[in-house]
């Protein structure tokens, strides 16, 4: 009998294939882990860009940029993540 927790498309692959699974899926898990290592420095930042951006003269503002560049990572990793572990009903920890 079928394993009816699994997708319709994924019940009949081959190991080779369950092998790519895996690890796109580990993948995806890795980019979750980066996406949330992204958002706690940018939570971090902010403490520092308002006060570069208060202070700064002119257009340097390198602190805002470092912030604005981690939140941008933090959502590109995040849809990435999310993306490559679709199909996953299982909590991975590594």
């Known amino acids: 009998m079928a394993n009816t927790l699994l997708p319709p498309d994924e019940r009949n ?3 080779e294939q369950v092998e790519m699974l895996d690890k796109r899926r580990r993948r995806g898990q ?3 882990v980066i996406c949330f290592q992204c958002i706690i420095v ?3 930042l902010t403490l520092w860009s308002g006060q570069d951006l208060t202070y700064s ?3 340097v503002h390198p602190m805002f940029y470092w912030n604005a560049l981690t939140g941008t990572l933090a959502l590109v990793f995040g849809i990435a993540g999310v993306r490559l572990r679709r199909g996953s009903n ?3 920890s590594y």
Do not use: D, V
Request: charged residues 5%; negative net charge; glycine residues 6%.
């Open 90 to 92: 299982e909590f991975l």
């Open 57 to 59: 003269p002119g257009w």
């Open 13 to 15: 692959l081959t190991p």
């Open 42 to 44: 940018s939570t971090l």
């Open 30 to 32: 890795l980019f979750l």
